[in-house]
T-cell receptor, first 112, second 113 residues
């Protein structure tokens, strides 16, 4: 099994719909993140969580919310999807010692 | 001006060539520098990290940081088709400040057999 599993891998949804992207990790790390990747813009941080009771906004949190259900689970929700939220979404985890991120394989989201 | 800039490519080289991938940045507070490799339809994976200025070597890969010029490089020696991927630079003020990691947009590399 992958260290970081994201579901679904692909999703097409309509404008205005609520959608949830799920992430689970088996690394045993406390820190988890949600990033968005757009061509030419790189990875941008949406939300991050340093433990189960800790949630922090990142660079581009507007229109998104998150839930940290357990140490291993961190989900991202789009309350009312809009077309400019079409992107590749990555979940990641890290230890507390700065040894880099472990990313999932991503969710390709298309909002029509 | 973007905080981190990277030539998007695509860069195409013959197998065995030496590849140079580069990033420039504007924030002089950055001290921790990383390179990630991202294959198509996969998440980025950490290749190397360096702290402050200098060189670091790992097999065919060498990371170089020049803080005075705000310029970092990743060199790949004896490039292989399996090196074909997008390479992302990333940087932060501190090794553990993952809330403030800034990624470059990535350079797409193709190594032709």
């Amino acid at each position: 099994d992958a260290d970081v599993t994201q579901t679904p891998r692909n999703r097409i949804t309509k404008t205005g719909k609520r959608i949830m992207l799920e992430c689970s990790q088996t690394k045993g790390h406390d820190r988890m993140y949600w990033y968005r990747q757009d061509p030419g813009l790189g990875l941008r941080l949406i939300y991050y969580s340093f433990d189960v009771k800790d949630i922090n906004k990142g660079e581009i949190s507007d229109g998104y919310s998150v839930s940290r259900q357990a140490q291993a689970k961190f989900s991202l929700s789009l309350e009312s999807a809009i077309p400019n939220q079409t992107a590749l979404y990555f979940c990641a985890t890290s230890d507390s010692w700065g040894n880099g991120y472990t990313f999932g394989s991503g969710t390709r989201l298309t909002v029509v | 001006q973007k905080e981190v800039e990277q030539d998007p490519g695509p860069l195409s080289v013959p197998e065995g060539a030496i590849v140079s991938l580069n990033c420039t940045y504007s924030n002089s507070a950055f001290q921790y520098f990383m390179w990630y490799r991202q294959y198509s339809r996969k998440g980025p994976e950490l290749l190397m990290y360096t702290y402050s200025s200098g060189n670091k070597e790992d097999g065919r890969f060498t990371a170089q940081v020049d803080k005075s010029s705000k310029y970092i490089s990743l060199f790949i020696r004896d490039s292989q088709p399996s090196d074909s991927a997008t390479y992302l630079c990333a940087m932060s003020r501190m090794k553990t400040s993952y809330d403030k990691v800034i990624f470059g947009p990535g350079t797409s590399l193709s190594v032709i057999p």
